[in-house]
Every structure is written in structure tokens, then in C-alpha cells.
């Protein structure tokens, strides 16, 4: 069965997806309970967690466009800090975006309660299964749906706030911290959950179109309108809504709307409200899902997560394991401590998406290529781990011991069940061997092809026949000098044995087309190449003398790319000097080359160069 997942996610997509994630329960349902921790600086709250997200904001757009693969952050965790933290890292996002979604359903049943007299809790697994079938018939009607909500959503809201703005009552804000400074940290670690959108679209990365742009800029656009529409949101709502009455107020905005703009408007921002909790529980549905089936891809949940509906390209078994864990969220959790749980794993996953970039970037993996690079590095990976252990401290001792308590439920599950199958080289390692070993012993070249074979499939590489010939192609890596004959006396061997010819013949050929014109095409670089008996033969050998071959005239070389063809071969022999020369071109292919640590590693920067293919 295929295990591919369909791309059916544009920019637009992206943008509602994060941004529907975010604007719903964090706007409709957190103010009230947050204005009674913090007063009316809780708008500063609300724009310090959004300022707080934009360190792991550039961090997640660099990952992603990195490795857009399914699981988002568990992802790119797993393979930054290898299967242990990969399996916590796993089931904290699941768990994380589950109980959001769930939250979201909750506020959905609040809101149709009132209307209809029908018990919260019953509306919310109504609207549950409602989801987890639309998500079971296909990521794009689900991404299409979520642009209807989230553009009528963004819609109604603007009008809340420009209407809003003319009966604002400045009193209300005095005095503005009249719950203290510290209350405003303490609110913000609270609150940090409405920004948890940018998870979510992390996790369905695999399914977006031209990822490379789309996750970061979908991302970036999504944070930014997001803080800013909770700032001037609530901050009408604190201005006509009386403080008594905002305190614990589970419909606040709906509230605030009924003050300026009468019943009519009021049930308008109501319906505003819930579309927004619609489109968070779908996006929750949606992303969620993803994780478990990117954890049964390595191996650390059974194989039945993997299972993908043959008509409709979704993983159903994944999407009905989330839904039912969001089913029995609603049933036996209370709402705050859903909040605040979900609050502090979200936070733990940021760090953890910081700390990754560093690894990578430490790593040097020649195959770790993302589209965008964070800014700032690494001073803005420090800062959001820095901030992400602040907001956790200010999250309280009872919320830190109930998210350890998960943490290690997420240890027993690795050792009892996913160390024996699972087996993943990390950029951890990578770092570790770069530091303590010389001889590539705790190493091998797993994560690299993998890196490889995402970005080839991320960027849509033709396999040409260069490309083809590349990856057949042998790869010497010399550390002592060498003199021109003896290199030529060495790949003659190898490819008289490859090409079943006469070792002193070619031998003799690539010592003549020396004399005839020097291969050295620039310092340290040279092609030897030659024409051949038979037909149909064209052969690569891929060269780094790390101490350098003395080509005549006294030249060192230290890059050489060998090529042996055949008389009929003479257009793609062409070809391949004219992909080799655009190659070598690019300002830091010649340090990239000498310090790549394997084999496999040099052939890889071959294979993914910038280069016109065809």
C-alpha cells in the first residue's frame, strides 16, 4: 500500500490552518479566565507569548522546510535527538494538540448549550465525530473547509474591533497591573497554548505544496496577524465589558459584542466563536492524527498507524485513535487543567524545536538543507529556550510534577516497547563523533540518506542521468599526498576492473590528455576525463585528496571528479562537464566538500547541488 501522503495544502491553506488553530479558544474562552490573573495587562500577557513564539516560530519554518515529513516537530525531534526523545517528543505533541482540540470542542458545546439546551459535554462529541469523518474524506476538503471558516472568522472579528473601538471605556484599565508585574509572566505562560497553532501545521508539513515557502511564510503571517488581533480583540473587550463581569467569563467577546452592537451583533461574534472552535477542532483532528502515524513510520507505534484509506489518501486508522483520545478528554478533564497541561507540553516541544536547530547546525550534515535558515543564529535558538524554561517555572509546581509524570509515561513506553524496534541516527551523534571520536565508530550514514531522499522528493528532483550515475558512483577519499602518476596508476586499476579494459591503457590515455591540456580547471579542482573503447560506457569516480594530488606545474588538488566514456557517449559526456562545471560554482562547494565527513556525505552533495537538470 502506499505510504505516501497526498500534497493538497497551498500558502492560503497553511495560513488558515495555523491561524484557526490559534484564534478560537485562546480569543473566545481564555481572556475572562485570564483578565482574573493579570487585569487588564493581560493584553501584554497575550503579545509577550507571541513574542515568546517567534524564536521557535524561525526555528520550526527552518525544520520544515528542512524535513516536511508527517509528525512536524516529532520529526525532526526524533531525528535530532534519536528514538528516546523521539518518542516523548511524539506523544507529547499528539497529546498536546489532542487536548486543544478537545478544549476547542468544549467551548464549541458552551456556546451551543445556551442555545440549545442540550448538555455541553454531548455537543462536544457530536461536533468530535463530525470531524473525525470529515478529516477520514481528505486533507484538502478538510484545508478548504478551514479557509471558509477562518476568512469568515477573521471578518466578523475585524468589525468587533473597529465597532468597538468607539464605546471603549479607558477607566476600565486602571489601574492596568492591578494584579501585580509578576502576574503578567505568570498569564502569558497561561495563555502560551493559543499559540499553538504553529504545531500544528508543522505536523501536516508533508502534505503542503512547495513547502520551502509556503510552511515558513504561511507561518510567519499567521503568528503575526494572531498577535496582533488578540491584542486589539481584547483589548475592546476589557474597555466595554465591566471588570466584575469579564472575570471567569466563558463567552467574553460575545459579551462584549452584546454591549456595542445589541443582541444581533452579539449572536454574529457567537457564530464568529463558533467557527473558530470549529476550526480548531478540525485542525487539531487533522495534525494530531499525523503523529502517530509519523511514529509507526520509525517504528515506535505499531504498524497499524501507518494504514492509509486507498480512495482518499488520509491515515484513518491515526484520525480514529486522536478522535477517540479527544472523546474521552472532554468527558473526564477539567477545562483548566486541560489548559494548563496542554500549555506546559507545548512549551517542553519548543524548547526541544530550538535545541534541534543547534544540533543540526553543529552537525555540519551536508544533507541538512532547509529552505529558509532561521535568523540570528544561535542567539535567537537561546533566547526561546531560555524564555520556553521561564514560562515553565512560572507554570507552578503541581502543572510541572502532572507534566513529568507524562514525560515518563513516554520513557516506559520507549523501553518497553520501541527501543528493541526502533533504530535512528541522530545529529546528536553526529555532534558527539565531531567531538570525541575521529574513527566514525558511533556513526552511520542512515540519517544522511534519509535527509537526501527528503529533500530530492521535497524539492521534486529529476533523476537525470547524471544524477543516476552519481549515485552508482564509486567514491575514493585519500589522506596522504599523492603524485599525478600514482593517482592515475590507482583509478586506472579500479576502472579497468569496473569497464573490463586494459588497466595501462587507460593509464596511459589519462597521462596523454595531461600532456595534451591540464584537467585543472581551477585551484584545487580537476576533471580528468578521457574517451574509451566500447560502447554505451560513461563512468564517474567521485575524488577527495585531503592532502592533495601534485598535478603538473606543481598544481594541488583536492576535489576531482573522474570521467571515463565512450565515443558514443560524447552528448552526455557534455552534459556531465556542463553539470559538474555548474556544481562547482557555487561559492561553498569546495569548503563543503573537504570537511564532509563520509563518504555517502560527499556523494550527496552531488546529488542535491543546484544544477539545471534534464
Known amino acids: ?310 480512495k482518499f489518501k488520509t491515515p484513518y486508522v491515526s484520525i480514529l485513535f486522536t478522535g477517540l483520545f479527544m472523546i474521552l478528554a472532554i468527558l473526564f478533564l477539567r477545562l483548566e487543567l486541560l489548559v494548563k497541561i496542554a500549555s506546559s507540553v507545548l512549551i517542553i516541544l519548543f524548547i526541544f524545536a530550538n535545541l534541534t536547530v543547534i544540533l543540526f547546525r553543529e552537525s555540519k550534515i551536508s544533507s541538512y538543507r532547509p529552505k529558509f535558515y532561521s535568523p540570528l543564529y544561535p542567539y535567537m535558538q537561546i533566547f526561546g529556550i531560555l524564555s520556553g524554561g521561564f514560562l515553565l517555572i512560572e507554570m507552578g509546581t503541581f502543572i510541572g510534577f502532572l507534566t513529568m509524570a507524562f514525560l515518563l509515561l513516554g520513557f516506559i513506553w520507549y523501553k518497553v516497547y520501541a527501543q528493541k524496534r526502533a533504530a535512528q541516527d541522530s545529529a546528536l551523534i553526529y555532534v558527539l563523533e565531531k567531538l570525541v571520536a575521529k574513527d566514525r565508530e558511533l556513526v552511520s550514514d542512515n540519517l544522511l540518506t534519509e535527509l537526501k531522499d527528503i529533500v530530492i522528493q521535497r524539492d521534486e528532483l529529476i533523476k537525470d542521468r547524471f544524477h543516476k550515475l552519481i549515485e552508482q558512483a564509486m567514491v575514493l577519499d585519500f589522506e596522504e599526498v599523492l603524485e599525478t602518476e600514482d593517482f592515475f596508476k590507482y583509478i586506472s586499476d579500479i576502472l579497468g576492473k569496473e569497464l573490463s579494459l586494459d588497466p595501462q591503457d587507460l593509464f596511459e590515455k589519462f597521462m596523454q590528455r595531461e600532456k595534451e591540456a591540464s584537467t585543472v580547471i581551477k585551484k584545487g579542482l580537476a576533471i580528468p576525463h578521457i574517451i574509451v573503447e566500447g560502447k554505451n560506457i560513461s563512468k564517474i569516480l567521485l575524488v577527495r585528496a585531503k592532502a592533495g594530488v601534485v598535478f603538473p606545474q606543481d598544481e594541488v588538488v583536492h576535489i576531482m571528479f573522474v570521467l571515463a566514456g565512450s565515443a558514443g557517449e560524447r552528448v552526455l559526456h557534455l552534459k556531465i562537464l556542463a553539470a559538474i562545471a555548474q556544481i562547482v560554482q557555487d561559492p561553498g562547494f569546495d569548503k563543503t566538500w573537504l570537511r564532509a565527513g563520509s563518504k555517502d556525505e560527499l556523494r550527496n552533495i552531488v546529488l542535491l547541488a543546484e544544477r539545471k537538470r534534464g
Open 1 to 310: 500500500m502506499d505510504k505516501e501522503l497526498k500534497k493538497g495544502l497551498t500558502l492560503l491553506d497553511v495560513f488558515c490552518i495555523a491561524t484557526g488553530a490559534m484564534i478560537s479558544s485562546g480569543l473566545f474562552i481564555l481572556p475572562g479566565l485570564a483578565f482574573a490573573k493579570a487585569g487588564p495587562a493581560v493584553i501584554i500577557s497575550y503579545v509577550l507569548a507571541g513574542v515568546l513564539c517567534i524564536p521557535t516560530l524561525l526555528s520550526k519554518a527552518e525544520l520544515t522546510t528542512a524535513m516536511p515529513k508527517a509528525g512536524g516537530d516529532y520529526f525532526y525531534i526524533m531525528r535530532g535527538f534519536g528514538p528516546l526523545f523521539g518518542t516523548i517528543a511524539g506523544f507529547s505533541s499528539w497529546f498536546s494538540l489532542s487536548l486543544k482540540g478537545a478544549f476547542a470542542l468544549i467551548g464549541m458545546g458552551a456556546y451551543l448549550s445556551v442555545i440549545t439546551n442540550i448538555p455541553l459535554h454531548i455537543i462536544a462529541l457530536i461536533c468530535c465525530l463530525f470531524f473525525v469523518f470529515l478529516n477520514l474524506i481528505g486533507v484538502k476538503k478538510a484545508g478548504r473547509f478551514q479557509v471558509f471558516l477562518v476568512l469568515g472568522l477573521l471578518g466578523i472579528l475585524l468589525v468587533y474591533v473597529f465597532w468597538g473601538m468607539k464605546t471603549v471605556n479607558h477607566l476600565h484599565f486602571s489601574p492596568f497591573f492591578s494584579k501585580g508585574v509578576s502576574s503578567v509572566f505568570a498569564t502569558a505562560s497561561f495563555v502560551f497554548i493559543s499559540y499553538g497553532g504553529l504545531t500544528k501545521i508543522a505536523a501536516l508539513a508533508e502534505e503542503t505544496r512547495n513547502p520551502g515557502r509556503n510552511l515558513p511564510l504561511g507561518m510567519i503571517l499567521a503568528v503575526a496577524v494572531t498577535a496582533i488581533l488578540y491584542a486589539l480583540v481584547i483589548f475592546v473587550t476589557i474597555g466595554v465589558l465591566n471588570p466584575e463581569a469579564l472575570k471567569h467569563n466563558l463567552m467574553p467577546i460575545s459579551d462584549g459584542a452584546g454591549i456595542f452592537g445589541g443582541n444581533i451583533f452579539k449572536i454574529v461574534v457567537s457564530i464568529a466563536a463558533f467557527l473558530a472552535f470549529i476550526s480548531t477542532a478540525n485542525a487539531g483532528i487533522m495534525a494530531a492524527s499525523r503523529y502517530p502515524f509519523g511514529m509507526s513510520r520509525d517504528k515506535l507505534l505499531p504498524t497499524v498507524f501507518q494504514k492509509i484509506s486507498s
